[in-house]
């Protein structure tokens, strides 16, 4: 789980995923109220999680299976990637360039 950068309290995963980082890269630590950012490498990991509808849509195609079997695999792979992605959360106290 995320820890916070400056008062190095561990963020739950409610309040990862209930405040803006998984959508802006940045949201107010719930403990000391500073401003936390995603370091550049969780904010590299976690565009990798668009890649998620590629891998069953190549297996589809591989194995020419029925696109009802496509989306309850994205569907799936979706809930399970979004539910892992706070454990792999870094922060820093200041916006990391991404290159
Ligand atoms: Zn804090």
């Known amino acids: 789980m995320p820890v916070c950068d400056s008062c190095k309290q561990e ?3 409610k ?3 209930s405040g803006s980082l998984m959508w802006k890269s940045k949201a107010k630590c719930p403990y000391c109220g500073e401003e ?3 370091t550049a490498k969780s904010k590299r990991q976690s565009s990798m999680m668009s890649l998620i509808p ?3 849509m190549s297996i589809t195609i591989q ?3 029925s696109v009802f079997l496509y989306l309850p695999m994205v569907i799936v792979l979706g809930l399970l990637a979004g539910s892992l992605a706070p454990r792999y959360i ?6 990391e ?3």
Not at 90 to 95: P, R
Request: aromatic fraction near 24%.
């Open 11 to 13: 963020w739950s995963w």
């Open 63 to 65: 194995f020419g299976l």
């Open 54 to 56: 590629v891998v069953p």
């Open 36 to 38: 936390q950012y995603m």
């Open 90 to 95: 870094k922060l820093a106290s200041y916006e």
């Open 15 to 17: 309040e990862t995923m």
């Open 97 to 99: 360039p991404l290159w």
